[in-house]
């Protein structure tokens, strides 16, 4: 059986980033896995898009994140278009990425003389 995550974890989950001037904290919610999840056909195509700096896919990213529909959600979208997407797709390909892992943070690395092959 998997583990819960406690309210630490999901709090260690979150990714904040600065959007257009503003700082934002995207939340990685059951609702942001299965809603991105469903318009990309799975969550690995949304680090393809963010490599490929794909405005609308950050933007849903975003808004998946902060929970935006709406208006706001299209307000975002010209946010996120006037911020400079190199700076932001990192955190964003962060946030897919505890998505992927089910909204749970990543494990640390090991440290120095852990199983590595080296």
Do not use: C, H, W
């Not at 929970?67 to 946010?79: D, F, N, Y």
């Not at 006037?82 to 946030?95: H, Q």
């Amino acid at each position: 059986m998997a583990s819960k995550a406690t309210l630490a974890d999901v709090k260690k989950a979150r990714v904040t980033v600065e959007i257009d001037g503003e700082e934002y904290t995207l939340i990685p919610s059951p609702d942001a896995i299965i809603s991105l999840s469903n318009q990309y056909d799975g969550l690995a195509p949304l680090i393809g898009a963010i490599s490929r700096m794909n405005v609308m896919a950050m933007a849903n990213i975003v808004n998946a994140g902060l929970g935006l529909e709406g208006a706001k959600a299209r307000e975002m979208v010209q946010s996120v278009a006037a911020t400079p997407l190199l700076e932001i797709s990192p955190k964003l390909t962060e946030f897919v990425t505890i998505l992927i892992n089910g909204g749970k943070p990543l494990k640390a690395e090991k440290a120095e003389g852990g199983d590595g092959p080296l």
